[in-house]
């Protein structure tokens, strides 16, 4: 019997060779109909066979392409339109976009095996793509996903890439950034002596630089790398001291999945990573040492190439292992526009590699991880970005605006959560512009009026992002506690809105409910009845303030609060800089000094004991070369770490680790307890307020959970008891991840009315 349905597809099925792929199923089951873009969606309507239409929803439901993600599927009746055929129909826009953006897609091994064939009409062509991979929220101008919305519409497609573009058999059928030599952009290479060269010349050039140890500013995907030789010592160092990096790490790209494996240890999680379409920098246990590479640290973050350029410079012979970081002065913002990069990078870059296409928008690498626990995204960015994060409750538009450092926004539309690329730190001004594009970026891509949506900010009052949030002409504006968005995030990420757990959010800072500094936080409850503060770390002091978390030696200084004298003696048994000094006579005149929980502070003050007395050029190095070093001892004793029920006590803890120290116990052994011992408190005040409330979950949350070390005794001690630990995976623990649980925590107060 023939009927008619009309069907909506719902999630990331735009940009992702979705309708093509439609149009010749229906066609293998004798079809007819049409499939278009809709606002919220795909739409078809299709005609036939009641069998063959059932094994066609059936057949496009469980075998989507491989980078579509169906979110939700409706289907109804409809009317016999009488279509002779099947077609793919223009796009339509009427109402607000709830389709999802697709975020960037590592070149495919189809464009790859044309890229080397030497007869192919694309023949080491840099910027190949198709329906199933290359550029998407880095082109993406507006919605619909088209190719006049895109950074291509400078580029008329040629007569043969036409054909292709409307052919639905075709890979690149509504590919919207195809292109190939005769009618795409180019990239060219210009280098101080002022030559210049186009399309191979430039990329065989440019591996040839690299060979002699030149620093390259290369244009990528969404923004500059600096690159350079990773095993040419003398270049790494040179790029460190241009760039002025300090000691942090760099994240390498290497030729092939071999060259890595020489590199790190890679399991087999770890290898999917690496070769998923998303290709993240995959951070892991290094096996060999690149000196200036990352020092002081026994990881490296290991990328493979995810563009056709970088493809074709190893196929030019560019050293087999590059250092590929993010072009720009230290901690600023990743550059993405040609002039700015010429200008910006002079004296940094020997040469630069421009392609002509232009980037719409700033994207970093992402960076992720396997913990104990599985993988975790660090940083959420390229490959992961704008995709939904989660599903929240309510109809009205939540926009979240994150926490000051490593920020990210959140825009709730439909109940779909999409965070935005990490922004970056927001003192930064290149990144404070950043976050602000990116906020009237989604609102003006989702058609999201402001005076319709819901604001959530941090409730720190000096926070630039707080600032620009109360300043937005909204429907209303909602505060949320630092710590409680930290726990929400995960329940988010779980859609555990409603689970009652026990929250553990250890960070360096969050503003506290009583203006203290918080950051070492146990609360019970849930998302939606709220998480009330149930234990925290005994109360320290932070001598100076921000400064106290650029200098391990002040913030140790606050935790002899009530012992100076203690203080003072150690400082000279160890022989500390006179900082040291300073800062004890300012917590005990309590000038500039104020009240802290932070467990992060405690692992700087730990790290300042065990040696690290200089300042930190980048935020958190001190408790990572505290965890480096760690990891080389054997565990051989528990420090006490009291609970009582209301705070977990640091003094034990630290003046333990001062007797051994003066005793001459090698560092890394204490290093070691430190870290056994921290988790041992966690995991006895979590069992104590989980039998206390009859809780059996724990959410981790928060920088300090990037802790490998910790991480694997905690779930060594976890295994042991009945208790269920949920932890970050697709969003970050660390700031990152803020967005998401302010967004989290409005969603269920506002679904409530």
């Not at 100076?544 to 935790?559: S, T, W, Y």
């Not at 977990?648 to 890394?668: F, H, S, T, W």
Request: charged fraction near 25%; hydrophobic fraction near 40%.
């Amino acid at each position: 019997m023939k009927i008619a349905q009309r069907i909506r597809i719902y999630g990331v099925v735009q940009g992702v060779g979705f309708r093509p792929f439609v149009f010749r199923t229906a066609k293998r089951w004798g079809l007819s109909g049409w499939v278009r873009n809709g606002e919220s969606g795909v739409e078809i309507h299709v005609e036939g066979d009641a069998g063959s239409i059932q094994q066609f929803v059936r057949e496009i439901t469980e075998r989507p392409p491989a980078s579509a993600k169906i979110i939700h599927l409706e289907i109804k009746d409809a009317a016999i339109q009488g279509a002779a055929d099947f077609e793919i129909s223009a796009s339509m826009r009427h109402d607000r976009p709830t389709v999802h953006i697709p975020a960037d897609l590592a070149v495919c091994s189809a464009c790859l095996s044309e890229l080397f064939d030497p007869v192919n009409r694309r023949y080491l062509y840099p910027y190949i793509n198709c329906t199933d991979c290359g550029p998407r929220y880095t082109v993406i101008e507006r919605l619909p996903y088209d190719r006049p919305y895109t950074t291509m519409r400078a580029w008329p497609m040629c007569p043969a890439c036409s054909a292709e573009y409307h052919d639905p058999a075709d890979r690149r059928f509504h590919a919207q950034p195809t292109a190939c030599p005769e009618c795409g952009p180019h990239y060219y290479v210009r280098w101080q002596e002022g030559g210049m060269y186009r399309d191979e010349k430039a990329i065989e050039k440019t591996a040839e630089l690299l060979r002699t140890g030149h620093i390259v500013a290369i244009k990528g995907l969404g923004g500059y790398h600096l690159a350079c030789d990773a095993e040419n010592e003398e270049a790494v160092w040179e790029l460190r001291r241009r760039k002025r990096r300090g000691e942090k790490p760099f994240a390498l790209m290497v030729k092939d999945i071999e060259t890595a494996k020489t590199l790190i240890d890679i399991s087999a999680e770890e290898e999917g990573l690496l070769t998923s379409s998303a290709c993240p920098i995959v951070l892991a246990r290094a096996r060999r040492l690149l000196p200036g590479v990352a020092p002081d640290n026994s990881d490296l973050g290991v990328m493979l190439p995810y563009t056709p350029l970088h493809h074709l410079l190893f196929h030019f012979g560019a050293p087999h292992v590059l250092v590929m970081t993010s072009a720009n002065r230290s901690s600023e913002p990743i550059i993405y526009e040609d002039d700015k990069a010429i200008k910006a990078l002079e004296g940094i870059a020997d040469a630069w590699l421009i392609g002509e296409r232009p980037i719409a928008r700033r994207v970093d690498d992402s960076v992720v991880r396997v913990s104990p626990f599985g993988p975790t995204v660090l940083r959420r960015a390229r490959g992961y970005a704008p995709l939904p994060a989660a599903q929240l409750p309510g109809d009205r538009p939540i926009l979240a605006v994150g926490s000051d450092l490593k920020n990210t926004v959140t825009l709730v539309v439909n109940g779909q959560a999409i965070i935005s690329q990490h922004l970056g730190d927001l003192m930064k001004y290149e990144a404070y512009m950043s976050f602000a594009q990116t906020v009237y970026d989604l609102l003006s891509m989702y058609d999201v009026p402001l005076g319709e949506t819901i604001v959530a900010y941090d409730l720190h009052p000096d926070y630039r992002s707080t600032a620009f949030a109360q300043g937005l002409e909204a429907y209303q504006h909602i505060g949320i506690q630092h710590h409680r968005a930290h726990v929400a995030s995960v329940l988010a990420e779980r859609n555990a809105l409603d689970k009652r757990v026990i929250g553990v959010a250890f960070d360096g800072t969050g503003f506290g409910d009583d203006g203290a500094i918080w950051g070492g936080e146990l609360f019970v409850g849930s998302a939606r009845k709220g998480l009330e503060r149930r234990g925290h770390l005994r109360y320290a002091m932070l001598p100076g303030g921000d400064a106290a978390a650029r200098m391990p030696i002040q913030a140790l200084a606050g935790f002899f609060v009530n012992e100076p004298e203690l203080a003072i003696n150690i400082g000279k048994r160890l022989s500390l800089p006179e900082r040291f000094f300073t800062a004890v006579k300012m917590v005990e005149k309590q000038l500039r000094t104020f009240p802290t929980t932070s467990v992060g502070r405690l692992f700087d003050a730990a790290a300042a004991l065990l040696g690290f007395t200089g300042s930190i050029s980048f935020e958190g190095q001190a408790a990572i070369w505290l965890e480096h070093l760690a990891r080389t001892a054997p565990l051989e004793k528990v420090y006490p770490f009291p609970w009582d029920g209301k705070e977990l006590d640091y003094l034990p803890l630290l003046k333990e680790m001062i007797e051994d120290r003066l005793n001459g116990k090698d560092v890394a052994v204490i290093a070691r307890a430190f870290h056994r011992s921290v988790a041992e408190g966690v995991f006895r005040s979590v069992r104590s307020l989980g039998a206390a409330y009859g809780i059996d979950t724990v959410v981790l949350s928060g920088g300090v959970f990037q802790n490998s070390l910790l991480l694997a005794d905690l779930k060594e001690l976890f295994l042991e008891s009945d208790m269920h630990v949920w932890v970050s995976e697709g969003v970050p623990p660390n700031d990152g991840g803020i967005s998401l649980g302010q967004a989290a925590l409005v969603a269920v107060t506002n679904s409530m009315h």
